[in-house]
């Protein structure tokens, strides 16, 4: 990740991903607070990944166990790929922006 405020890169670590899940995040070089930016192309891409995923997961448990217990276990697969591939979308592809400062009240 890069910081907006202070332009220092570094990597996101477990700890912070799991902490921060609103993608909030704190630079360590300047202790400034920012945020991932939304965007619809990272959204389509996870979706994508967990339709293909947890779709082919499912269907090869559904087939050949014909259990519906096993499918459930395809969605455990799901997880377990795509949470790494979020943390390493959040840390390589989506952009930082500063958070809007507080703004005084009146």
């Not at 096993?70 to 958070?99: E, F, Q, T, Y």
């Amino acid at each position: 990740m890069k910081c907006p405020h202070c332009n220092h890169t570094f990597a996101l670590t477990w700890k912070e991903y799991f902490l921060e899940i609103l993608g909030c995040h704190n630079c360590v070089a300047c202790k400034r607070r920012f945020k991932l930016s939304f965007s619809w192309s990272y959204l389509a891409i996870t979706v994508l990944i967990v339709l293909m995923i947890g779709g082919l997961a499912t269907f090869l448990a559904v087939r050949f166990t014909h259990s519906r217990m096993i499918a459930i276990g395809g969605l455990v697969i799901v997880l377990v790929v795509l949470l790494p591939l979020d943390r390493w979308l959040d840390d390589h592809w989506r952009k930082s922006a500063p958070l809007e400062p507080d703004k005084p009240e009146s």
